[in-house]
Antibody, heavy 121, light 107 residues
Framework: EVQLVESGGGLVQPGGSLRLSCAAS????????MIWVRQAPGKGLEWVSL????????FYADSVRGRFTISRDNSKNTLYLQMNSLTAEDTASYYC??????????????WGPGARVTVSS | EVVLTQSPATLSLSPGESATLSCRAS??????LAWYQQKPGQAPRLLIY???NRATGIPARFSGSGSGTDFTLTISSLEPEDFALYYC?????????FGGGTKVEIK
């Protein structure tokens, strides 16, 4: 059974940093592209970042480029999102998700339950 | 960036009725469009990929159609568990983008 579980969320002050993790199981993690998507309270879905299966390719939304870094450790079946220079606009639930196929389709069939990040003083 | 506009924002229907949700793209996304369902407090669930293909385990009452800039998600006979938010997502051009969502609520 495919499982994705995010961790590392919490309350952080503006300008602070946080690292989210996404532990994956039930599939061959190293063969799938992975993404982070966020959802601000009461709002819609916003794509944040994507990483290729090997980790060689990374993509970012303009809203986070230069502040967030996506990475993965295929030996640990874990996806990461390092978030720096956080602002109130980054307050959201952050979801990790896996690509539908082992070849990139950029449609995502399994999602974690989400990690809540609150940026506030 | 490709802007996806979903309509209506809210659809009020009764169980057993048919639902038609629209997603319009600001540019041609060919058929590279997916639909997701999200219930309160839950993660999104992939329903349809590449405009018209049902994801694994999705009931046949869900169907997708369209190409280019106009897409439709149809739920043929609403079950109580279908009342939720629905989002479209395109993968034709970076950045990946989602529509603003359509809420299907019980009338």
């Amino acid at each position: 059974e495919v499982q994705l579980v995010e961790s590392g969320g919490g309350l952080v002050q503006p300008g602070g940093s946080l690292r989210l993790s996404c532990a994956a199981s039930g599939f061959i993690f190293s063969t799938y592209a992975m993404i982070w998507v966020r959802q601000a309270p009461g709002k819609g879905l916003e794509w944040v970042s994507l990483i290729s299966d090997s980790g060689d390719g990374t993509f970012y939304a303009d809203s986070v480029r230069g502040r967030f870094t996506i990475s993965r450790d295929n030996s640990k079946n874990t996806l990461y999102l390092q978030m720096n220079s956080l602002t109130a606009e980054d307050t959201a639930s952050y979801y990790c998700a896996k690509d539908r196929l082992a070849v990139p389709t950029y449609h995502f069939d399994y999602w974690g339950p989400g990690a809540r990040v609150t940026v506030s003083s | 960036e490709v802007v996806l506009t979903q309509s209506p924002a809210t659809l009020s229907l009764s169980p057993g009725e048919s639902a038609t949700l629209s997603c319009r793209a600001s540019q041609n996304v060919i058929t590279y469009l997916a639909w997701y369902q999200q219930k309160p407090g839950q993660a999104p669930r992939l329903l349809i990929y590449d405009a018209s293909n049902r994801a694994t385990g999705i009931p046949a009452r869900f169907s997708g159609s369209g190409s280019g800039t106009d897409f439709t998600l149809t739920i043929s006979s609403l079950e109580p568990e279908d009342f939720a938010l629905y989002y479209c997502q395109q993968r034709n051009k970076w950045p990946l983008t989602f529509g603003g969502g359509t809420k299907v609520e019980i009338k």
